[in-house]
């Protein structure tokens, strides 16, 4: 079974604070994405990473960075937390284009939820 | 502007009726749908999905249909149980191997 992990279930931060929320998959996926989700807005595609030390914009990068570093590990970075990135974070992964069955399902992590006071 | 798109934000149904959600996309070079089921406080988790090449796929209770004129797509769960309920996003693939999601219908199946 494909486990994906985020660090925290919870955190509570104070505005200006610089936040790491950590993703790891155990699956050897080549592709890690971190979305939002919000009330009314769905799943909202912050940044996404094909490769280790790749990186791609999503829709929503504004006020955000990720690192990967290793294959199996996805930060996302809040460089100065403000009140409106208060949301439910989700990472997912799954395999990479060319893998022998392309199952384009990506699975996602349990979630972090993040207030920002 | 939304490219996937669930007009129904919620959706009541009876406990073995059949629940229908619904989905629509704006762009016609999508070749592949899924959807997601999601339960507070839990990641999404993948239900079903169907290439663009196939009409309808059927898991168990749970059956898609595609519609690519229409440019629609609906999810049919019969018969419908009380655990069934929870959020429902409907996913297309984008250019980059990226899904795009819709904001979800949220199902509740009443006993």
């Known amino acids: 079974d494909v486990k994906v992990t985020q660090s925290s279930r919870y955190l509570v931060k104070r505005t200006g604070e610089k936040v790491f929320l950590e993703c790891v998959q155990d699956?050897?996926?080549?592709?890690m994405f971190w979305y939002r989700q919000d009330p009314g807005l769905g799943l909202r595609l912050i940044y996404f990473?094909?490769?280790?030390?790749?990186?791609e914009k999503g829709d929503i990068p504004e006020g955000y960075s990720v690192s990967r570093e290793k294959k199996e590990r996805f930060s996302l970075i809040l460089e100065s937390a403000s009140t409106n990135q208060t949301s439910m974070y989700l990472c997912?992964?799954?395999?990479?284009?060319?893998?022998?069955?392309?199952?384009?399902?990506?699975?996602f992590g349990p979630g972090t939820r993040l207030t920002v006071t | 502007d939304q490219q996937v798109k669930q007009n129904s934000p919620s959706l009541s149904v009876q406990e073995g009726r059949i629940s229908i959600l619904n989905c629509d996309y704006t762009?016609?070079?999508?070749?592949?749908f899924l959807w997601y089921k999601k339960y507070p406080a839990e990641g999404p988790t993948f239900l079903i999905s169907?290439?663009?090449?196939?009409d309808k796929n059927e898991d168990g209770r749970f059956t898609v249909f595609l519609n690519k004129s229409a440019k629609h797509l609906s999810l049919h769960i019969v018969p419908s149980q009380p655990g069934d309920s929870a959020v429902y996003f409907c996913?297309?693939?984008?250019?980059?191997?990226?899904?795009?999601f819709g904001k979800g219908t949220k199902l509740s199946v009443k006993p």
């Open positions: 997912a992964s799954s395999l990479g284009a060319g893998a022998p069955y392309w199952p384009y399902e990506q699975y």
């Open positions: 699956m050897d996926h080549e592709n």
């Open positions: 990473s094909y490769d280790v030390k790749m990186k």
């Open positions: 762009n016609s070079m999508f070749d592949y």
């Open positions: 169907i290439s663009s090449i196939k």
């Open positions: 996913a297309a693939r984008g250019s980059q191997g990226n899904l795009i």
